[in-house]
């Protein structure tokens, strides 16, 4: 499994991203899929996950309202849309798939995620 993202950059506070996270292999559909971030000295923290069929979603508090997960299995894809962005949502953002197929749940620990991607640079300048 490989998990490619991509859409990051720098954006001035109070604008928008959208990220993308591209899946190889023919079992995401299978999968709850998360989004993660981690700045600078900081540790790795949940943001959103969205689960295989995509009716299920959970968001971290400080990104409610703000960020949205989506999924689009025909494509093995997964987005995460971000609105409102803040100098402190700067850090690289990480997509991961949950260890276990067709099983959500609201955890936000990173070790129940066994398969990541490189990450992607979010920088929201003040």
């Known amino acids: 499994v490989q998990l490619v993202e991509s859409g990051g950059g720098l954006v001035q506070a109070g604008g928008s991203l959208r990220l993308s996270c591209a899946a190889s292999g023919r079992t995401f559909s299978s999968y709850t899929m998360g989004w993660f971030r981690q700045a600078p000295g900081k540790e790795r923290d949940f943001v959103a996950a969205?689960?295989?069929?995509?009716?299920?979603?959970y968001y971290t508090d400080s990104v409610k309202g703000r960020f949205t997960i989506s999924r689009d299995n025909a494509k093995n894809t997964v987005y995460l849309q971000m609105n409102s962005l803040k100098p402190e949502d700067t850090a690289v953002y990480y997509c991961a798939r949950y260890r276990a197929s067709y099983v959500y749940t609201q955890t936000t620990a990173r070790e129940e995620y066994n398969y990541w991607g490189q990450g992607t640079q979010v920088t929201v300048s003040s």
């Open positions: 969205i689960s295989w069929s995509g009716g299920n979603t």
